[in-house]
């Protein structure tokens, strides 16, 4: 038995689902995150090992304090505190005698350009073991 309403016939519903507006932003995620992890993967990777000599300094120069604690490391590898040469063992027992023991005292350290950058480390290394943390790179400008 088949109904005709309005005598147009039998109405036969051909589409029985609606269109959905919304947008799916699951694949745009899944791209965004391929992205980041191939960026946390690449980053470390672009760091270079490349021996180098490093330039002057171009920028504006600093205040200085009055009363300026000097430790110059030449390329010899000899170690100063102020004019006095020390023993990078007796670097820290001189440096208190300098400063009095205050470990605020901001400290400079001017490293010749040929001097052996591990050197360098192992005296800031030092310093920052014997609880000075204000440290300072002298450089000449431009």
């Known amino acids: 038995m088949t109904i005709h309403l309005n005598g147009l016939g039998p109405q036969v519903r051909r589409h029985s689902y609606q269109q959905n507006a919304e947008m799916n932003v699951t694949p745009f995620v899944d791209v965004i995150l391929v992205?980041?992890?191939?960026?946390?993967?690449?980053?470390?990777?672009?760091?270079?090992?490349?021996?180098?000599?490093?330039p002057s300094n171009a920028a504006s120069a600093s205040n200085v304090p009055s009363d300026p604690v000097y430790i110059t490391v030449q390329k010899t590898g000899s170690i100063y505190l102020q004019e006095s040469p020390v023993n990078l063992?007796?670097?820290?027992?001189?440096?208190?005698?300098?400063?009095?023991?205050?470990?605020?005292?901001?400290?400079?350290i001017r490293g010749d350009q040929r001097a052996e950058y591990?050197?360098?480390?192992?005296?800031?290394?030092a310093l920052q073991a014997g609880g000075y943390t204000k440290i300072g790179l002298v450089a000449e400008e431009k």
């Open 35 to 54: 992205l980041l992890i191939i960026f946390m993967v690449a980053a470390p990777l672009a760091t270079v090992d490349v021996p180098i000599d490093l």
């Open 118 to 125: 591990g050197l360098m480390m192992t005296v800031m290394a």
């Open 89 to 108: 063992k007796d670097l820290i027992a001189a440096l208190e005698v300098q400063t009095g023991g205050n470990r605020e005292t901001r400290l400079f």
